[in-house]
């Protein structure tokens, strides 16, 4: 058994994620995203899926990266995330 490291929970069905060079422990997907989903800058909802970046910016989607930047954010094709 494993502690999860955002609810503390030891439970037997824990799992790791390795990423960047680091090891992180969770009991379930939802502590999983809520310590390593990239928030939205614009609506501030977690970013689930692929996410649009607009110049080291994290955007849940091309709508919000053209509402909060919209100068940098004219190319993006709402049918193909980045």
Excluded: K
Excluded at 29 to 53: D, K, N, Q
Aim: hydrophobic share 40%; aromatic share 8%; with cysteine.
């Amino acid at each position: 058994m494993a502690i999860c490291e955002v609810c503390g929970n030891d439970y037997a069905l824990s799992f790791e994620v390795h990423a960047q060079g680091g090891v992180h422990t969770f009991d379930s997907f939802e502590c999983a995203i809520t310590r390593m989903a990239p928030i939205c800058e614009h609506c501030e909802c977690r970013v689930l899926g692929h996410g649009v970046e607009v110049d080291r910016h994290w955007y849940c989607s091309a709508h919000c990266a053209r509402a909060a930047d919209p100068e940098r954010a004219r190319h993006i094709n709402d049918a193909a995330p980045v």
